[in-house]
């Protein structure tokens, strides 16, 4: 009697918590929508935007307030899914008329630290292996890489590189992608590199490594990625003929994003060289436009398709869409 007498009075005793908030999860109930959306609220007849075409999209909604929030996204056939900055898992099958099915929600079996605060699960790029199908995740904050089964169910293990390891804590890998030869290369979002006198000079770090980056950290060297001017990279993805593409991203006040593609040619990669992309398609009103963050390619008989996906950063003037193009010649 004693014993259960102090457990029911131990929250009276102790002081409340006052510390940072538990890192929000989905569920229990799986409950989403997906709303077609014009690329034009004001022309919904228009299709083209730079060297895209669009093939549509959808506006994803959910009661859930832990919804949202995508960084990353991986597209197998009709299968997506989608990976938020704090760790959590989207699910489901869309077809050729919008409609979802099979939705799940999960979330990343382990990652940095504890996995107590948001900042402890910012997981901001995801790439595949093609061999093994193993999944790559960039976490900021940590500045380190992890690397999971396929389904994101078991950790394989994981690397902080030490190049890595100056980044800025909300700046770090939120872009990744892997080469054809098995390299793969990871962008910051808003390290700089540095000039002889140690002062912050224009573009990007970025880091080739030899391989897989949990395997062989230390492997590889450093260069520069110029975005356009006053754009940061939020993600990338290999075409079919090798070539990089890159999503930017850039944030104007009083609350306005807007997103520029380019393309990278691999083949001018070298230690510490400067190099920009060819800009292909830039999303500013009156299109869509919203704080893009992930960017997938697939193929589909002889088309490149490029999917996009928004991170709403979970408020109300923001939202989670996800968008279909297919990349013309």
Known sequence: MRTWLLILLI????????????LGLLGPKVDFTATPVPLDPHDPARRRVG??????????KSPDPVFGGFSSLMVDGRRF???SDGGNIVRFDMDDRWRIGRRQFAELPDGPRTGWQKRDRDSESMIVDPLSGDALVGFEFANAI??????????????????????????????????RNGATIVFSETTRPKDRKGDRVAGRIAIRFAGD????????????YMPPDGYDP????????GRILV??????????????????DPGRIRRGARIAGTEIATFSAPLLHDNFEGIAVVREGGDTIVWMISDDNQLFLERSYLLKFRLER
Not at 11 to 22: E, I
Not at 148 to 173: C, F, I, Q
Request: charged residues 25%; hydrophobic residues 40%; proline residues 9%.
């Open 11 to 22: 929250p009276l005793l102790l002081p409340g918590w006052d510390g940072p908030s538990r």
């Open 51 to 60: 060297r895209l075409t669009y093939l549509g999209g959808v506006e994803l």
């Open 81 to 83: 899914t989608l990976l």
């Open 146 to 179: 992890w690397r999971y089964d396929h389904d994101l169910k078991t950790v394989r293990r994981h690397a902080a590189p030490r190049v890595m390891r100056k980044w800025n804590e909300n700046g770090g890998p939120e872009a990744m992608v892997r080469l």
């Open 213 to 224: 980056p949990t395997r062989a950290p230390n492997t590889g060297f450093g260069f520069v």
């Open 234 to 241: 939020s993600d990338a993805a290999l075409l079919p003929d």
């Open 247 to 264: 999503l930017n991203r850039r944030f104007d006040w009083p609350f306005n994003f807007t997103a520029k593609l380019t393309i990278l």
